[in-house]
């Protein structure tokens, strides 16, 4: 069970978690907001995971709300936008699946050979 005080995360986190939104609106629980900041300190803290959004494909405008949602409250944690991944899935429409993976490049070499490329191609 995850036990929190303030933004500090003192228990263990599944490796995903089912966010519910409310029918036709962009806006979810209290419950659901803790679970995105844990989510987002666990990747924070360790730069091997990257956070992974799995959303319906159905109905994108509001969708892409509910992304966005998300994204803000994990981007205000201060997780890099290279540790996000967003899927679009044939799930219900109403939930949206957070959770992390491991990944075999750490998100800082990405980050580096992005900027070296940057740098190559930039006149």
Do not use: C
């Not at 995971?49 to 509001?62: A, C, G, K």
């Not at 980050?111 to 490329?117: A, F, L, W």
């Amino acid at each position: 069970r995850l036990m929190q005080s303030g933004d500090e995360v003192k228990g263990a986190i599944p490796r995903e978690v089912r966010i519910s939104f409310y029918p036709h609106q962009a806006s979810f629980s209290a419950q659901s907001l803790k679970w995105g900041k844990a989510f987002a300190l666990k990747v924070l803290k360790d730069p091997r995971y990257t956070l992974d959004i799995r959303v319906s494909s159905e109905d994108w405008s509001l969708q892409s709300k509910r992304v966005g949602l998300l994204m803000q409250i994990i981007l205000e944690q201060g997780v890099s936008r290279h540790q996000i991944r967003i899927f679009k899935t044939d799930r219900d429409v109403n939930t949206v699946l957070l959770g992390y993976t491991q990944t075999e490049i750490m998100p800082n070499e990405i980050v580096k050979k992005e900027r070296k490329q940057q740098k190559t191609l930039s006149w």
